[in-house]
């Protein structure tokens, strides 16, 4: 099984900063197959980044998701107060599919 | 457009079954890999299991918590998904979601809560 870890677990910024989020995966992730999800309290999560690097449709092009491997992080260029909420990685590059414990955005 | 409509949550007694739905439109779920996820209150993404489009099998797979007491099936004359819970436990309690990647991205349900508790 694959163990993604975040980091930081709680990640205090202002809006109009940029926001760099990690996801260290335990072993290579096949094929790049991770994304990236927002959920807010009460919503299902909504999908950002698929296949790493790929926006889902109509996400914002301040959401950004880079690398491959063990390393993967999603960049947020310029926090807008919409963007305060929790952050999880997913690999589904092989069964069991694995989520990260989460990245909790707050407003400093 | 691709929806997914989960149902059949509610308040179970510890030991009892209940049965999930996931309702697809937009895609044909016999073409698909559907995954259910749950999310116990206050608590991070857990990963349930999958099972497999038809011309790859059609199998399933499952988080080992819960390999002996889920089970994933569809139909697909109804295009929807299922999720069936046995010997339900309190740590059962969650809210459990369908997800797919018919291409490219993910989509998911809004969810439905199933709440163990006597």
């Known amino acids: 099984e694959i163990v993604l870890t975040q980091s930081p677990a709680t990640l205090s910024l202002s809006p109009g900063e940029r926001a760099t989020l990690s996801c260290g995966a335990s072993?290579?992730?096949?094929?790049?197959?991770l994304a990236w999800y927002q959920q807010k309290p009460g919503l299902a999560p909504r999908v950002l980044i698929y296949?790493?690097?790929n926006r889902a449709t109509g996400i914002p092009d301040r959401f950004s998701g880079s690398g491959s491997g063990t390393d993967f992080t999603l960049t947020i260029s310029r926090l807008e107060p919409e963007d305060f909420a929790v952050y999880y990685c997913?690999?589904?590059?092989?069964?069991?599919?694995?989520f990260g414990q989460g990245t909790r955005l707050e407003i400093k | 457009e691709v929806q997914l409509v989960e149902s059949g949550g509610g308040l179970v007694k510890p030991g009892g079954s209940l049965r999930l739905s996931c309702a697809a439109s937009?895609?044909?779920?016999?073409?698909?890999?559907m995954s259910w996820i749950r999310q116990a209150p206050g608590e991070g993404l857990e990963w349930v299991g999958l099972?497999?489009?038809?011309?790859?099998?059609?199998?399933?797979d499952y988080a080992a918590p819960v390999k002996d007491r889920f089970s994933i099936s569809r139909d697909d004359s109804k295009n929807t998904l299922y999720l069936q819970i046995d010997s339900l436990k309190t740590e059962d309690t969650a809210v459990y979601y369908c997800?797919?990647?018919?291409?490219?991205?993910?989509?998911w349900g809004q969810g439905t809560l199933v709440t163990v508790s006597s």
């Open positions: 997800a797919v990647r018919p291409s490219g991205s993910w989509y």
């Open positions: 937009g895609f044909r779920v016999t073409f698909a890999w």
């Open positions: 099972i497999k489009s038809r011309s790859d099998g059609g199998t399933t």
């Open positions: 072993q290579s992730v096949t094929g790049t197959y």
């Open positions: 296949d790493a690097s």
């Open positions: 997913q690999q589904y590059g092989g069964s069991p599919y694995t």
